[in-house]
């Protein structure tokens, strides 16, 4: 999570560049003349300061009524009443006296439509814009500033094109709009066509060019500059220190005219951002200044380099602290693996924000506490808190991770009120979140509602449909995409060649292999190697896959010869998955499924032997097999299943269940995988062992809790077995119900005795 104490120039370029922005929100405060007597225009003027004095201290009640005492007003009188409630936060009631104003005159106008602008109504200000009876350049520039502030740099540009009459303001304001919207080339051309801009301009169009990195053109901006202020110094010191340039932010930062202390801070920032802690450090200590803002860079420093010994010294040294120190602290401890010690800092803030519980949701959701991360996410709704987009996006992590549906779609709710469901950010979490859950057909619906696709959004959902076993869609999808400005990258050819690994595309899968260099210039890499591998061997083409690793410009790693002994499995090859198990257990000695799968290999074989010396073999290297469980959602509530679990209050209910679907599939066919059980024991003992695996308990639970129409969605924690899988196809014929299993590998969508994987897998 970024610190705010780092971002010295984001401050520095939003200052300057709002500068202009807000400019033209400020409303001409002449008022006309009224007709009336001396005297009673006296009284007026007393009563209007009097109004605008409650409503500067808050007091909007005693304003009203002072307003609804006096026997005659103004039509300053009404103004000051709109501006006050504008400013107390209380648009409607502006809005009401607006509407009920007798006479309107153009600063009722300008403050009514500088108001819809604060508050982002910019269809009321438009058309209120558009009823005016007439229009001053404050109208003009408020309605500017407006589109510019919210990004809606078309209208701007329109508004801007029929001024009639344009000032410093409206020029400032178009500029800023086009630096603020990442428009640099139109700021450019707008800046060249005239000489006589302020200095905030300057500073503006600088500021742009060092968002964007481009530092040479930044520096010229800077040579050119007539005059210059701290804010030019800061920024260009800035844009040097951020982007590893730090010779010649030190050259600037000694030549600087006023070094105060945001120049100081840029440094130490510039510092800390390359990794130099302790130059970083030698700056900080020699400020003849600090402001939080410097505390926070250099305890972000060490922070985020896992020195939180010396991040807490800092801390704890700090006389200014914020609630941005006590954020770094909770992210910097999360970071580290010390959830213990981030929710004692949580837990001590004298004060909280959005970003704090972010920090310590994502913390917990990062160290493999999810449930606990929901649960404060739910306490952060009590208390009443805004949520961001952070939060919101850490929240959809979570449920995806524990596969948590329900409560995943009351945050889809919850973000669609907030209207960030179109954003990507926030989209992409929400893909995640359904393609981890098992709902391919709500992925696809978000990923048509976001607005701007990012090559992020595409990858997401191709390799969504790949890993639920929906190859031709995943090619399909691609094709749409190549169809788009959007360039395909390593991560979406990873995605393609899993969907065709994961539906035994063989030949279009070595055509997508083939083109990557080719048409989008990807060198492939370990892991394209890897899915290309799992596609020849799962295929039966064992040789060509070990071709294809002799002749990789890189030794195979331990997942790449992961995927040949899973194909040797596959295909019984003994010989084979031996040598690949022998050269993963040499990079990789506690890999515990590799283990297992060689041992099953072995166990297919009728080698027991064999399989007991894989069983001291672990022993001996103190390898533990990692438990198999699975769980399932009902009502907000997960329920998790072990192998013969006896511990759910429900387990007599679940287990005549399973007894009777049991005598069921096997009448329609069902034939138990006993090869499987790495025990030499009789048929009949091994049938009992595979019947209440936790896959299974948990797809009979599902079944009798989640009502009829719904799919039954099941999560497990390592690969399903062979023989749960040949049965869970057979229940979902019988029971008529889909069921879709997330194993540690991909998903498996079961309907009607068929499985989308097509028992590829």
């Given at each position: 999570m970024a610190m705010r104490g780092n971002n010295r120039f984001g401050q520095l370029h939003s200052r300057s560049c709002l500068r202009s922005l807000q400019t033209t929100t400020t409303v001409n405060r002449k008022q006309p003349k009224t007709s009336s007597s001396p005297a009673a225009d006296s009284d007026i003027v007393k009563w209007n300061i009097s109004i605008s004095t409650h409503m500067r201290n808050g007091q909007c009640d005693s304003a009203l009524r002072l307003f609804n005492s006096m026997p005659?007003?103004?039509?300053?009188?009404?103004?000051?009443?709109?501006?006050?409630?504008?400013?107390?936060?209380?648009?409607f009631l502006a809005r009401q006296m607006f509407e009920k104003m007798p006479t309107r005159d153009l600063v009722s106008w300008n403050v009514m439509i500088s108001g819809c602008v604060r508050y982002r109504k910019l269809r009321d200000a438009r058309l209120l814009f558009d009823q005016m009876p007439e229009r001053d350049v404050v109208s003009w520039n408020a309605m500017l500033s407006g589109y510019a502030q919210n990004g809606y740099v078309k209208e701007a540009e329109d508004i801007f094109d029929k001024m009639p009459c344009k000032n410093s303001i409206s020029w400032n304001g178009m500029l800023a709009a086009y630096v603020q919207n990442g428009r640099i080339e139109d700021a450019r051309r707008i800046f060249e066509l005239k000489a006589d801009w302020e200095l905030v301009s300057w500073n503006c169009m600088m500021g742009g060019y060092v968002k964007r990195k481009r530092l040479i053109d930044a520096r010229e901006i800077f040579n050119r500059m007539p005059e210059r202020d701290e804010v030019s110094w800061n920024t260009m010191i800035t844009g040097y220190a951020q982007n590893g340039e730090l010779l010649e932010a030190q050259r600037l930062f000694k030549e600087s005219p006023v070094q105060d202390v945001f120049t100081w801070t840029a440094m130490v920032s510039g510092y800390v951002q390359n990794g130099m802690l302790d130059e970083a450090r030698r700056v900080f200590d020699e400020m003849p200044e600090?402001?939080?803002?410097?505390?926070?860079?250099?305890?972000?420093?060490?922070?985020?380099?896992?020195?939180?010994?010396?991040?807490?010294?800092?801390?704890?040294?700090?006389?200014?602290q914020n609630v941005s120190s006590w954020n770094t602290m909770i992210t910097g401890y999360a970071q580290s693996g010390d959830i213990a010690q981030a929710r004692d800092v949580f837990d001590r803030m004298p004060q909280r924000d959005s970003i704090s519980w972010a920090a310590v949701i994502a913390g917990y959701a990062q160290?493999?506490?999810?449930?606990?991360?929901?649960?404060?996410?739910m306490e952060m709704k009590r208390d009443g808190e805004r949520l961001n987009r952070s939060t919101y996006t850490c929240t959809l992590s979570t449920c995806a991770e524990i596969a948590a549906l329900e409560l995943g779609k009351q945050v889809h709710g919850q973000v669609i009120k907030a209207g960030l469901e179109s954003g990507c950010y926030v989209g992409n979490a929400l893909l995640v979140m359904y393609c981890k859950c098992g709902s391919i057909e709500d992925a696809y619906v978000v990923f048509e509602g976001i607005e701007e696709k990012e090559v992020v959004s595409w990858n997401t959902m191709i390799a969504g449909y790949a890993r639920h076993g929906f190859g031709n869609e995943a090619l399909k999808l691609f094709e749409s995409m190549k169809k788009t400005s959007i360039q395909p990258d390593d991560v979406t050819m990873v995605g393609v060649l899993s969907a065709c690994s994961h539906t035994g595309l063989v030949d279009k899968g070595t055509e997508y292999f083939d083109s990557m260099t080719r048409d989008y210039g990807i060198t492939a890499n370990s892991k394209h190697y890897t899915c290309m591998i799992d596609l020849l061997g799962r295929a039966g083409c064992l040789d060509d896959a070990q071709n294809l690793m002799r002749n990789m410009p890189f030794e195979p790693d331990a997942a790449t010869w992961g995927a040949l002994l899973g194909a040797s499995r596959?295909?019984?090859?003994?010989?084979?998955?031996?040598?690949?198990?022998?050269?993963?257990?040499?990079?990789?000695?506690?890999?515990?499924g590799m283990y297992v799968l060689l041992s099953n290999l072995y166990a297919a074989s009728g080698r027991w032997g064999d399989v007991g010396k894989m069983r001291l073999r672990m022993r001996d290297r103190g390898v533990k097999k990692v438990p198999g469980y699975s769980w399932v959602e009902v009502q907000n509530k997960i329920h998790t299943f072990t192998v013969g679990d006896s511990i759910h209050p429900e387990r007599d209910r679940i287990y005549a269940f399973l007894e009777e679907l049991d005598l069921k599939i096997k009448k329609e066919g069902y034939v138990s995988s006993t090869k499987l059980?790495?025990?030499?024991?009789?048929?009949?003992?091994?049938?009992?062992?595979?019947?209440?695996?936790?896959?299974?308990?948990?797809?009979?639970?599902?079944?009798?809790?989640?009502?009829?129409?719904?799919?039954v969605r099941v999560i497990k924690n390592l690969r399903v077995c062979e023989d749960c899988h040949n049965a869970i196809k057979h229940i979902s014929k019988i029971v008529g119900r889909l069921i879709i299993l997330r194993d540690s590998h991909r998903f498996h969508h079961f309907n009607g005795g068929q499985c989308s994987c097509g028992d590829y897998w």
């Open positions: 005659r007003r103004s039509s300053v009188s009404w103004n000051a009443m709109i501006s006050g409630y504008l400013s107390n936060n209380k648009f600090k402001n939080s803002v410097s505390w926070n860079a250099i305890i972000a420093g060490y922070a985020q380099n896992k020195r939180m010994d010396l991040a807490r010294e800092l801390f704890e040294a700090m006389p200014c160290s493999g506490y999810g449930e606990e991360a929901l649960r404060l996410f596959i295909h019984g090859n003994t010989e084979l998955g031996e040598k690949a198990a022998e050269m993963i257990f040499e990079m990789e000695p506690d890999n515990t059980v790495l025990h030499d024991v009789e048929e009949e003992e091994k049938e009992n062992m595979l019947k209440y695996h936790s896959e299974k308990l948990a797809v009979a639970f599902g079944l009798l809790t989640i009502a009829p129409g719904r799919p």
